[in-house]
């Protein structure tokens, strides 16, 4: 993700990296950092130790938590949690006005993907729904989802039937890949970085 002119990449369970030069990387914080997200005009990073953002070229805690996934969108940033008892992932809301506060939106659910201008959701059968106002309107007709990424206009999902792709809010598409463990995508100068879960 770019932000003052710097691009940040999260990797799970290996930290948050910046880049420094062409080419090279320099980690500046350490454990499971998953995702990072832009709100109220800073950069936010969901860790297992927390909800952090980049002030004054500092990372300082916002809220405490195991937060797998943010997504900023509807004016407000939205938290998956992972609650330890029962273990189970929730979804949470933070003002758009700064305030540390949570709001509860979804409990039946696994995972939440930015999807265009919209958030999306799984549940515990894997099924794709659409989230409006907090709440689920409806299914998006994708089932085994278990990841998704956005390049420009173009979306993707991760499922267990392999990698789909639409433009803007036209079909979904299975794309040929060579492996399909797909965990996420970053543009970096005038490449397209792709993440896999595998090595082959």
């Given at each position: 993700?770019?932000?003052?002119?710097?691009?940040?990449?999260?990797?799970?369970?290996?930290?948050?990296?910046?880049?420094?030069?062409?080419?090279?990387?320099?980690?500046?914080?350490?454990?499971?950092?998953?995702?990072?997200?832009?709100?109220?005009?800073?950069?936010?990073?969901?860790?297992?130790?927390?909800?952090?953002?980049?002030?004054?070229?500092?990372?300082?805690?916002?809220?405490?938590?195991?937060?797998?996934?943010?997504?900023?969108?509807?004016?407000r940033?939205?938290?998956?949690?992972?609650?330890?008892?029962?273990?189970?992932?929730?979804?949470?809301?933070?003002?758009?006005?700064?305030?540390?506060k949570?709001?509860?939106?979804?409990?039946?659910?696994?995972?939440?993907?930015?999807?265009?201008?919209?958030?999306?959701?799984?549940?515990?059968?894997?099924?794709?729904?659409?989230?409006?106002?907090?709440?689920?309107?409806?299914?998006?007709?994708?089932?085994?989802?278990?990841?998704?990424?956005?390049y420009?206009?173009e979306?993707?999902?991760?499922?267990?039937?392999?990698?789909?792709?639409r433009?803007?809010?036209?079909?979904?598409?299975?794309?040929?890949?060579?492996?399909?463990?797909?965990?996420?995508?970053?543009?970096?100068e005038?490449?397209?970085?792709?993440?896999t879960?595998?090595?082959?």
């Amino acid at each position: 993700m770019r932000f003052q002119g710097k691009t940040y990449l999260a990797v799970p369970w290996n930290g948050l990296y910046e880049s420094v030069a062409q080419g090279e990387w320099e980690r500046v914080r350490e454990g499971n950092v998953e995702s990072l997200a832009l709100f109220n005009g800073t950069l936010h990073a969901g860790t297992s130790r927390g909800l952090y953002r980049k002030q004054d070229g500092r990372w300082e805690p916002v809220l405490a938590g195991n937060f797998s996934r943010i997504i900023a969108r509807e004016g407000r940033l939205f938290v998956q949690a992972l609650e330890a008892s029962p273990a189970k992932y929730k979804l949470y809301s933070v003002a758009a006005s700064g305030e540390s506060k949570l709001e509860y939106a979804d409990k039946d659910m696994i995972s939440i993907f930015k999807l265009g201008e919209s958030v999306s959701l799984n549940d515990g059968k894997n099924d794709l729904y659409e989230l409006k106002n907090g709440r689920r309107v409806k299914g998006r007709g994708v089932s085994g989802v278990y990841n998704s990424f956005q390049y420009g206009d173009e979306s993707y999902l991760s499922t267990y039937a392999g990698l789909r792709q639409r433009r803007g809010r036209g079909p979904w598409r299975p794309i040929p890949v060579i492996v399909r463990e797909f965990e996420g995508m970053v543009e970096y100068e005038d490449r397209r970085l792709i993440a896999t879960g595998s090595t082959r």
